[in-house]
Structures are given as structure tokens and as C-alpha cells.
């Protein structure tokens, strides 16, 4: 079946500095890739996303970049706050659902003051 | 705009009971509805696609007899599951659609737990 892998699962950075997350499809079809932070208990909520027709998304200082050659697709935060620790989820739609989305499992994301 | 409601946000429950959880597209008419379950520490899991007025699309390993899905109007989806028991605790959430939009706006969550 379909699937997206994410990694790594965890992540411990210091503040200030960057972190990488990086997901990968194997559905050639999908062309809808969101990024989603979820704090314990909590909703999903997104915070960036990119569409297929697209390289390189950016929203301060969070960036989304896709290649669709690799079907790869990687999460950039720079500038790391306390915050930002939480767990992220990539996804990606399935081609030819009705925006079916497939996640990935997650990475624990740890910002050290 | 785009905001996406759950209720109950909390339940516990007896096993062998039935138990019913809403999500309502509070400002905008949906397109499709998902329900996802969340276990701790792990992933969301999509368990059913469902359309206003026909039968929703299960995921492979979702029993329909066991997750019952009723989408009764453009704003409104219900989940019940029946017979709930202790394995069925968990992190229910759903989400919605707009327009031929892909993003999905998602609920707050219920968290089931099943005595």
C-alpha cells in the first residue's frame, strides 16, 4: 500500500539552531504535502504545506521543500525556540483518494534552552 | 474561518457499551469528513472517508459493524462505536474538507477510554 516514511523520530537540538526533518512517498500520483505540529493532547495543526507544482515553500522561519523526482520532501526550521518542541507530522495525499492523507509517524522535536 | 468541532472532548465508558462522538464543521459546508484514531505516542491512522449522504469508505482493518459512521448533513458526522471495549481506548480525531481544497481543518480530539 501506500506509504510515507519520516525521520528520525526524535530530535534534540539547542535553541537557536536548526533542525531537519525529511519524509519520503511512494505514491508518484500524490501532489499535496502538509507538515503538521501537534502538542500532547492536542489537534493536529498546520503549519506549513507545499503542492507538487512547487520546489521550495517558506514562512519565516519555517520552509517546506519537495522533490518530486525523489518523492522526498523535507521540514526546515531554523532559529529554534523552546516552543518549537512538539511532534511533527509529515503527510502526503493519496492519488486519486478524495484527499485521503497518509501520515508519517512522527518526530519528537526537542528544543534545549 | 474553517473551524472544526468535536464533542464529547472526553468520555469514559463502561465496556460493552456504545459510545457517540459528533464532529461539525461550525462555518463552512464540508466536503468529506475523515476519522482518524491516535494511539499514544504513535501516528494518526485514518479510519473512514465519509461523503454527506452516502456510505463512508472504511480503511483495511476498520470493521464498519464496529465503527459506525453517519453523515447526515454537510456540517455533521458521527461516529459511534459499539461495544466498546478496553482496546478501544484511544485519541479520536476528525477533520474536513472545504471546496476542492486538499487541507484538511481537524477537530479537537476526542479521548476515549473504555473501563
Known amino acids: 500500500g501506500e506509504n510515507v516514511e519520516q525521520h528520525p523520530s526524535t530530535l534534540s537540538v539547542q535553541e537557536g539552531d536548526s533542525a531537519v526533518i525529511k519524509c519520503t512517498y511512494s505514491d508518484s500520483a500524490s501532489n499535496y504535502f502538509p507538515w503538521y505540529k501537534q502538542e500532547l493532547g492536542k489537534r493536529p495543526q498546520l503549519i506549513i504545506d507545499?503542492?507538487?507544482?512547487?520546489g521550495e515553500k517558506k514562512d519565516q522561519r519555517i520552509a517546506v521543500t519537495l522533490n518530486k523526482t525523489a518523492k522526498h520532501f523535507s521540514l526546515h526550521i531554523t532559529e529554534t525556540q523552546p516552543e518549537d518542541s512538539a511532534v511533527y507530522f509529515c503527510?502526503?495525499?493519496?492519488?486519486?483518494?478524495?484527499?485521503?492523507?497518509?501520515f508519517g509517524k512522527g518526530t519528537k522535536l526537542s528544543v534545549k534552552p | 474561518g474553517a473551524v472544526v468541532s468535536q464533542h464529547p472532548s472526553r468520555v469514559i465508558c463502561k465496556s460493552g457499551t456504545s459510545v457517540k462522538i459528533e464532529c461539525r464543521s461550525l462555518d463552512f459546508q464540508a466536503t468529506t469528513m475523515f476519522w482518524y484514531r491516535q494511539f499514544p505516542k504513535q501516528s494518526l491512522m485514518l479510519m473512514a472517508t465519509s461523503n454527506e449522504g452516502s456510505k463512508a469508505t472504511y480503511e483495511q482493518g476498520v470493521e464498519k459493524d464496529k465503527f459506525l459512521i453517519n453523515h447526515a448533513s454537510l456540517t455533521l458526522s458521527t461516529l459511534t462505536v459499539t461495544s466498546a471495549h478496553p482496546e478501544d481506548s484511544s485519541f479520536y480525531i476528525c477533520s474536513a474538507t472545504r471546496g476542492s481544497d486538499n487541507e484538511q481543518f481537524f477537530g479537537p480530539g476526542t479521548r476515549l477510554t473504555v473501563l
Open positions: 507545499i503542492r507538487s507544482n512547487v
Open positions: 503527510a502526503a495525499v493519496f492519488g486519486g483518494s478524495q484527499g485521503n492523507l497518509i
